[in-house]
């Protein structure tokens, strides 16, 4: 994504119920933060907008109108508290009824006729950040931690959502131990989330493997000679995997 030259746009994708929380502020300092930066943001508050999470029969006049609006973003932010390793029921809702097939995924190449995911898709060229508050400690996150590396409590989304759908999975941006925060911790995790979303076009998103004969065989698993020794997810990273 060349975003020097011309206007950058972000979608902001809000999943929390309260706007008095913790997650309010980092979404009021994360839209201000990227404004000041040049961005055009478009703020999409599921609970405020009454988003209609339960998918009965694809489409739908509401649909449409988020899929322009992701359409139109250069930059799409998920904004969630973590509520049972994962994401809360609404913005489940919101994947599921925008991120249809033939708009996000089964997206057909004319040239080959094959479905276009796993690094291509219906929205390539875009990046995708996961902003996450969680009660967990730091350490509890983490590849030796309770509750597991990032990458790993995150997979389905980073791996089966972002990169699937085409788009550039980001690191997500996870603030632990939120509970009970005090006036100068929220000072603390609001710049920091400012500091984020500086590098956010020029930071390297995660190197996952595109979905390739190079990588994969006709049962879509990894050639034995592909990082040999590695399983889970991984094994799926392109060259060295940092570790914490």
Known sequence: ?????????????????????????L???????LREDGWTVDVADLYAERFDPVLIDGGGEDVRAYQQRLLAADLLVLQFPLWWYGMPAILKGWIDRTFERGFAYDV??????????YGDGGLAGRRALA????????????????????EDIFWTLLHGTFFYTGMDALTPHVLTGVHGAT?????????????????????EPIAYLPMTDEHYDHSIALHAHIAAGESGGRAHRAGPVPRA
């Not at 979404?27 to 933060?33: E, I, K, L, P, Q």
């Not at 902003?131 to 990032?150: C, E, Y």
């Not at 603390?188 to 020029?202: A, P, Y």
């Open 131 to 150: 902003v996450v508050t969680a009660g967990d400690r730091q350490a509890s996150i983490s590849p030796r931690g309770i509750s597991g590396d990032i």
């Open 1 to 25: 994504m060349d975003q020097s030259h011309g206007e950058r746009r972000a979608l902001w994708v809000f999943a929390h119920p309260r706007q008095e929380s913790l997650n309010a502020a």
């Open 183 to 203: 006036d100068n911790m929220v000072r603390v995790m609001t710049e920091g989330l400012r500091r984020r979303l500086r590098t956010v076009t020029t930071e």
């Open 108 to 117: 057909v190449d004319p040239d080959t006729g094959r479905a276009r995911k």
């Open 27 to 33: 979404r009021d300092a994360g839209v201000a933060s």
